[in-house]
Structure formats: structure tokens, C-alpha cells
């Protein structure tokens, strides 16, 4: 029988490699029409409310960039511990705390209305986020801990504790017993850059981390040892490259990025702390830097697609009563297919018998 | 109520809430041992849940339930499968997805659901030995999937310790290239094991929304997926040490919702971060003796296989 067979590649095809999240794309769209039809909405319809009614006015676009300026910084700071297989998967605690750090500043200065504030506060959720992606990173090279497992328990712990200084000591005395804290004042909020949109001025932050975290991936010696240490561990320790410097390099950028996109979402659209500040974007992030092969420019691009798959969950919540977890959905079947794809990077397909099974009895 | 009731009543407490946690860490550990990294618990854990609830749901009949929570996690491992197995993806990125697909799929799934109330599963009284002072109501006034977790395990251990197929499972996990040359299906072994996995995250996902808590949330789980996943690390992936770590952090959940209960003055929320920071000590302390994980961790864990004819 002619079954199609996997014959392994001589070496790794670039093409399929840029292809697949395209491809992996297309096949999530082509079973998000599936799931529409299945649920008795009109594929085109729904489409339609799902990608291109949030992006069809100006203050949809503005959306866009708002959602997907803390994927970008997220992402960008996941992948490079990625490449050197450093899996920080706790980049949605590391959030979280750098909100605390950052919003303690603003709630702790109500009256200060310098300039320093908001960088002040920046440098705040950057050390939070930091401080938080410490402690995995110091278990893992001090005690070998596995770093996966670590960083994901702490994101619980972080959301546990915003909850608690919401509820607790943050709390707005004036706020009808609201879990949420007041409401930070003009001078601790990103100013809007754009009249009619929300797009604030922490949306051009990644634009200034994209560039630095291209040097440094591709154009900087400690980029180098990052790709060898994820390509070839034994021969980036034979060449006398330091794995714990790498891993605590990783786990502290991961953060520090993670950290100011949190201090971004409660200093810009949210304006306070709440007990939920995100819509799981440092879940999302990891999906996104897969999608963008973890790479800056491609994580640009994968980090659009996420924020538009989250607006599109949105819109359809609202105009077709569909529940937000559409959203999740998608995000989890574009990361299957583009897994899926990725084996065309290293395999090809094969109808009939090829020169291994022909020769084997 | 005396003291020797309050004490079995928080032991059979512990109990329950080490079950979950030991059914989802008895399929990881058989998976792992077949040396397949699955990080995609929470996720199998949580299509469990969600499945058994609705078949309960909508039948009115909970062993329907149980059966469409095992199907549902082994669909879930299937699909696992056939990315990291078949196409050989990689096994941490496969799972981080199936653990962030099947929290969304769920939550899509359960939409209706939220509200839902449910008769959930009765504890079933062993005539005789549930009559015993405090050991009777702690061990033999439990329900059926309490009963079942221990069986399981038990027999999982013979399994893997005793019994030739579980002889030929390490071997898949240890020496993926011997076992092959010897002519075993390493491939097939694998997918065997991981779909155990699926199907005991899954039980352990009815066990939460069927007998624990009977009702569906979003996300009801709670990470105990992976908290199950370092259990496996803290057990050294030997089945019996498997249930001691899991009642042990069912005490520990357990202590804290007492505290609660019993009026101090500490807040709920930091109350709830133990089983978290339990989990990362615990592990801590584990990994620290690097010849030990060396020793006991299967030595082609998370490492693709691809025979080569």
C-alpha cells in the first residue's frame, strides 16, 4: 500500500521552516471556520466579527497595538531563554509582580507629579519581574531545579498575592469594598499618544527592546553561546561557555521584559490594580514566540496575530454571544499546528517505498 | 464532635484531596517511565473534568461521566502523541500546548456548565472496616475513585516492577535503541504509556468536578497538573512514594483551608499560596542531590526516538 512515510532530510529545510507558521496559521483559521459551523454560526459571518470588524476603525487598530505591545516584550524575553532551552513558563507571574512593583510606586507616591514617576515606576516592575524570575533561576543553578515547574507554581503565587493586596492593605478605602486599588493619578499613567485611540506611550517600549534584543541574539558573542548551548549543549560546555551565566542571563531578561509589560498594562489601559490584570498574555506569549521561530522579527509579527486573535474573542463575545474562550482555543490549536508543521523543517513526506524500507527485509 | 472525629475527619480530608493528585501523577509517572516528558497534565486534567461533568451532566449518570472524563483525557494524549511520537516535535513545546489548549478548549466546552449543579459521587462505606475508630472513616468510608486511586497505584507498581511488559516500558524509557534492537515496538510502548497518562489526568479531572467539588469552573484544576508533574520528581518515579508526596500535599491544602476554618486572622489568599511554595521546596530539596535525579530519572526522558531500520 502507498502510505505516505517520513524520510528524514539531509539538513534542516529553511523554506518549510519560514513557511510553517503561515501554514500553521491557515490550518487554525481552517478549523476555527470548522468550529463556527459546528456551533451553527455562518464561518464567513463569524470571520468577519472574529478578524475584521475589531480592526476595521481606528480605535480597533489602536487595540491591536495596546494587546499586542505586552505580548511582544513577553515573547521577546521568553525567547531567549528558548533558544538556549532555558523554559521559563512563568512569564504571567513575572507579569503580575512587576504590575505590584510598579503600581506599589504610583499608589505609594499619590501626590507625586515629577517626571520621574513613570520611569521610576518602569524601573520598578522591571526589578519585580526580575526578582521573581530569580528564584527559579537561582534553584536551577543551585539546587538543579527544574525551572519549568518553578516559575509556573510562582505565577500562581503572584496572582494569589496581587489578590490578597487588593482585597487587603491596596485597597480602595473609597471603593465600595471593590477588590481593586485607587486609581493612579495622571502622573503615574502612560499619556495617549493618539487622540481617539488608547494607544499610550508604553506601547513604543518593545520597539525599543526588539532592536536591542536582536543584537544581542544575533549580532553579540553572549547571542552565540545562547545558540549553542540550545543546539549543542555538550559542545558550548566543552568550549568552556557557562551554563548558569546563560540560564540566570535568560530567566532575568525574561522577567525584566515581563515585569515592565505588566507595569505597562496597569499604568495604560487599567489605570489600577485589579485581582485579574491579564488575560493570561504570559501563557500566550510562549505561543507567541514559537510563532515568531524566536526570532525578533518574526515574534513582531506572531505578537499582531495573538493580539488580533484576543480582539477577535472579544468581538465575538460581544456581537455573537460566543464565549471569550474562543480566543484560548485558537491560541492552543495554532501552536499544535505550527508543531505539527515544523516536521517538514527536519522531514519530507514520501508516497512508496523508499530506499530504506526497500532495503530492509 | 470529639478530638479523635476532628482527626479523621481532616485525614479523610487529606485523603480526597491527595487523590487527584495521585491518580495524575501515576500516569505521568508511567509515562515519563517510557521516557515521554508529557507537560500537558493540567490540560488532560481539566478536558477530564470538563468531559465528565457534561456526560454526567446531561445523563444523569456519573460512571458515564467517569468513562467520557477517560476518553476524553486520552483524546487529549492521543493528540500528544501523534505531534511529539509521530511527527517527533518537541516533547516540553507539545506539552506546554496541550496544557494551554486544553485550558481553553475546556472553558469553551464547560460555557454552559458554570451553574450546573450536580449529585456528586457518595462515599461508599466498606461494610465492617468503616466501623474501625478512626482508621474506619479515614480509609474505608471513601468513595469509589479513592478506593480506585489506591488500587491503581498498587498495581501500577507490580506493573512496572514485576511484570514483563512493564520490564519492556522501562526499557523504551531507559535504552530506547536497545529495546528496539531486541525487536520491541518502541514507538507503540510510548503511546501505550502516554495514553495511560491521558487516562489517569483524566480520572483525576473527574475526580474534581464528579466527587471533590461536584460542579464545573473554568480552570477548576488549579494547577494541581503541575503540582502532579514535580510529584513525580519528588517521588524519584517510584509508584509508592507517589502516594506518600500526594498526601502530603493534600495535608498541606487541607491545613490551610483549617486555619481558615478554624478563625485565625491570617489572610485567605497567602493561605492559599502553601501548596505552591510546598511544591517548589519540596522539589528543591529533591533536585538538590543531583546523582539521585540522575540515578532514578529515565535515562532517555524527553529525548525523541526515531528507529533506525
Partial sequence: MMLPRLEQRAEAFWVARYLSPFLAAALALLCGGLLFASLGYDPLVAFHAFFIKPVSSLYGLGEVALKASPLLLCALGLAVGFRCKVWNIGAEGQFTTGAIAGGGLALAFPHGNGLWLLPAMILAGALGGMAWAAIPAFLRTRFNTNEILTSLMLSYVALLVLSYLVHGPWRDPAGFNFPQSRQFEDAALFPVLFAGTRVNLSCALPFAALPAVWVLLERSFIGFQIKVAGLAPAAAAYAGFKERHLVWLSLLLGGAFAGIAGVDEVAGPIGQLLPNISPGYGFAAIIVAFLGRLHPLGILFASLLMALIYLGGE?????????????????????FFLLGCDVFVRY?????????????? | ???????????????????????????????????VLNLGVEGMMLMGAVAGFIAAAASGDLALGIAAALLAGMAMALLFGVLALTLQANQVATGLALSIFGTGLSAFLGRGYVDAILGGVTPLAIPGLAQLPLLGPVLFDQDILVYASVILLLAVHRFLARSRFGLVLRAAGESPDAAHALGYPVIRIRYCAVMFGGAMSGLAGAYLSLAYTPMWTENMSA??????????????????????GAYIFGGVSILQLNIQGAGFAFPPDLLATLPYLATIVVLALISRDVRRIRLNAPAALGKPFRPQT
Avoid: C, H, N
Avoid at chain 1, 317 to 323: H, K, N, R
Avoid at chain 1, 353 to 360: D, E, L, M, V, Y
Avoid at chain 2, 23 to 30: I, N, P, S
Fill in chain 2, 1 to 35: 464532635m470529639s478530638e479523635l472525629d476532628l482527626l479523621a475527619a481532616v485525614l479523610a480530608a487529606t485523603l480526597r484531596a491527595g487523590t487527584p493528585l495521585v491518580l495524575a501523577a501515576l500516569g505521568e509517572l508511567v509515562t515519563e517511565r517510557s521516557g
Fill in chain 2, 223 to 244: 494547577g494541581r497538573g503541575w503540582i502532579a508533574l514535580a510529584l513525580v520528581v519528588f517521588a524519584t518515579w517510584k509508584p509508592l512514594r507517589v502516594l506518600l
Fill in chain 1, 315 to 335: 468581538s465575538v463575545q460581544v456581537s455573537l454571544g460566543l464565549p471569550l474562550a474562543v480566543a484560548g482555543v485558537f491560541q492552543g490549536m495554532l501552536l
Fill in chain 1, 348 to 361: 519530507r513526506l514520501r508516497f512508496g517505498p523508499g530506499a530504506a524500507a526497500a532495503s530492509s527485509p
